[in-house]
């Protein structure tokens, strides 16, 4: 399908917001890549692309939208080629061959967006695209990253509670005190996204983005109970998602481990010669269950060093294979996009 000649959700008389020079093609004036990934959406995906859309045309700026649907086996497909075909604005939807994860949808939109900013959001509708220009505010004033944080979260307590703990993970990991990592809700910069590289063999992480970075800020915004479907996010993706971000931030793992583990020998052997050289007691007596204690505590710090250990191995021999982490079923688009950020699947 043809570039349009005009740039993507941008009126005849908005303001462009950079100077042209000749030679200059329209994607390079494009403001704000909107990335949806959708998820089993086929009865809220009309709805939130009509108050999307609205809320973009109102702000004046030029943007384009991206929709993948990740591995959707309901209408979800249907309903995006069809907003594709009506709205223009839209410059690109993929479908993905299965459902790889949110992260993966989000890399396969990243590797074809256009604009200076990327602007991530769900497309369930418990986050509002109305709130949209808070966060553009706040990133007009230069942050890199501006994120949404959820006051009021409306999920069941099976939801909040291993948030909570991920969050408190995603915090260590990217060395940050940001209060909601789980909210998708997030402005970046592009050229700090398109740094890393993202693509078929390395996918996109907020936490890996954030731990490089200290221009961020949050903004405060609604959320409301989830009306269609369920989230894809379960217990065992959280956990999943949790350990990446643990082997792979994690700079000094096995550094903490070892002095850690120093450290508790020095102790151990401090408590020996306390018992057994000075006369005078500080502490109780060694006891056989107290060296049961100490074996099964070094037993179980063995297990966990030769559990990071394969972890490790297991990824480099997964990185040495280069099998692709997701693959693109279909692409439809209005303009040239790069064929193989799309895991080797021609556009159409």
């Not at 809700?185 to 907020?206: C, E, Q, T």
């Amino acid at each position: 399908m043809p570039t349009p000649d005009f740039v993507l959700g941008c009126p005849s008389d908005c303001n462009l917001g950079a100077p042209t020079t000749p030679g200059e093609s329209p994607a390079t004036l494009i403001e704000f890549s909107v990335l949806i990934t959708c998820h089993y959406e086929e009865r809220s995906i009309d709805e939130f692309h009509h108050r999307l859309s609205g809320t973009l045309l109102g702000l004046g700026r030029p943007f384009e939208i991206i929709f993948v649907n990740d591995g959707s086996h309901d209408g979800t497909w249907a309903k995006l080629k069809a907003i594709f075909a009506r709205d223009p604005r839209v410059a690109v939807v993929m479908d993905m061959f299965k459902n790889y994860g949110q992260q993966a949808a989000i890399t396969a939109a990243l590797a074809v967006s256009r604009g200076r900013s990327v602007v991530l959001m769900d497309s369930d509708l418990q986050l509002l695209p109305e709130e949209l220009p808070l966060l553009i505010a706040e990133f007009d004033r230069g942050f890199d990253l501006v994120t949404g944080y959820r006051t009021e979260r409306k999920d069941s307590l099976f939801r909040i509670l291993p948030s909570l703990a991920a969050n408190i993970i995603m915090r260590l990991a990217s060395h940050s005190n940001l209060r909601d990592f789980g909210c998708t809700f997030k402005i970046y910069n592009a050229a700090l996204l398109r740094a890393f590289h993202y693509g078929p063999h390395h996918l996109f992480s907020n936490v890996e983005v954030i731990s490089r970075i200290d221009r961020i800020v949050e903004v405060p915004v609604s959320h409301r109970p989830r009306t269609y479907g369920s989230s894809g996010w379960t217990i065992a993706k959280l956990i999943k998602y949790n350990m990446d971000n643990v082997v792979v931030l994690s700079e000094r793992p096995f550094q903490w481990t070892a002095f850690l583990c120093l450290l508790g020998a020095v102790f151990f052997l401090l408590r020996l010669a306390l018992n057994y050289v000075v006369p005078v007691r500080i502490l109780p007596p060694v006891t056989n269950g107290f060296v049961l204690n100490a074996i099964v505590i070094c037993f179980l710090l063995n297990v966990a060093i030769l559990s990071l250990v394969g972890e490790f191995s297991i990824r480099s021999f997964f990185s040495v294979r280069k099998l692709p982490l997701y693959v693109v079923r279909e692409t439809l688009s209005r303009g040239a996009m790069l064929s193989d950020a799309m895991g080797g699947v021609d556009e159409k």
